[in-house]
């Protein structure tokens, strides 16, 4: 299994347009990037199929992992490293069935620990928590508290090993404000807007990277 840690990117639609999505992407692949979520609501089936493929191809280029926001079909066809499923998004097993034991799914437990045991009993392998800051893409969101981030998980088994379930924050979050976010426990960054919102995206990848590094 894949570790997830570190800077996770997340794409929005309203942020970067078919135009400027792969650009974007690679400017933060090449700032340090370790995972990216394709997450594209609007976008047509075949739009989003032939996003997915060349989000995947810069993927592979820079050895980070490739996740499909609430599509388990979508990461299945194309090869996906995962799926990431919201509380109302999916079933669970149903994508751990269409994607196989050692793919990656990771769920959205909002502040809620109970929801964090539920998903990894249920065969998640990192649980998202947030959000922990005022947000632009879901500013109506429940704010979570940073304890929550200490939460204790038991561990995944897939076919070949046993390793820690990863917690993962979102929510707001900048390289000014994630330190006490690590402290408390996070495992990666999930940043959208703090990401995608610089106008110069590979140089605020390698912000935040560099707090992953500051942690060794």
Do not use: W
Not at 9 to 23: H, M, N, Q, V, Y
Not at 90 to 116: F, K, M, N, W
């Amino acid at each position: 299994m894949a570790e997830i840690r570190g800077l996770y990117a997340i794409t929005d639609p309203r942020l970067l347009d078919g135009s400027r999505l792969l650009t974007a992407c690679e400017a933060a692949l090449r700032g340090g990037a370790r995972i990216l979520q394709y997450r594209d609501k609007p976008a047509s089936d075949t739009q989003r199929r032939q996003r997915a493929l060349e989000l995947l191809r810069l993927c592979r280029d820079h050895g980070a992992l490739f996740i499909i926001n609430d599509d388990s079909a979508l990461a299945a066809d194309i090869g996906a490293d995962g799926v990431h499923i919201g509380q109302s998004d999916g079933d669970l097993s149903r994508a751990r069935q269409r994607l196989g034991p050692d793919a990656i799914i990771g769920v959205t437990c909002h502040g809620d620990p109970a929801l964090a045991h539920q998903a990894v009993m249920d065969g998640a392998n990192y649980v998202a928590f947030g959000r922990f800051y005022p947000s632009l893409t879901k500013p109506h969101a429940m704010p979570a508290d940073p304890a929550v981030l200490a939460t204790r998980l038991p561990m995944v088994t897939t076919t070949t090993t046993t390793t820690p379930i990863a917690k993962v924050a979102i929510g707001g979050i900048t390289p000014d404000n994630a330190p006490p976010l690590l402290k408390a426990g996070a495992d990666a960054l999930a940043v959208i807007h703090g990401l995608f919102g610089s106008d110069d995206i590979e140089a605020r990848a390698r912000q935040f990277s560099r707090l992953f590094n500051n942690r060794l």
